[in-house]
């Protein structure tokens, strides 16, 4: 079987997808959040990725929004990591 080859036009929707996977909160042992990451497959080639942010409680200058890209671990293309599709998501706030 052959895989996708890594291309950086990302398919419509693809973003929108991962918008909808679930944040998990990462806390520190006090319980305060120190990140939040989300994973699932690529809505693009289907290999497991993920999304990982730092934002710490407090932060009142976040972005509405980040670019995240594929980072599954198959090489699509030498030297590259993901197939290439890449988006702006929501950040969740704590
Ligand atoms: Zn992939
Ligand atoms: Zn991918």
Redesign the pocket.
């Known amino acids: 079987m052959s895989e ?1 080859p890594f291309d950086i036009v990302t398919p419509n929707g693809w973003a929108a997808a991962l918008d909808a996977w679930p944040w998990s909160w990462l806390k520190d042992d006090q319980g305060h959040p120190i990140g939040a990451e989300k994973r699932g497959p ?6 497991g ?1 993920s999304v990982s942010l730092g934002i710490t409680e407090g932060i009142t200058d976040l972005p509405s929004h980040t670019d995240v890209s ?3 671990a ?1 090489k ?1 293309a030498e030297g590259q990591t ?4 890449h988006g702006e998501i929501g950040v969740p706030t704590p």
């Open positions: 996708l690529c809505p693009n080639c289907g290999h990725m594929c980072n599954c198959v699509h993901g197939c290439g599709a």
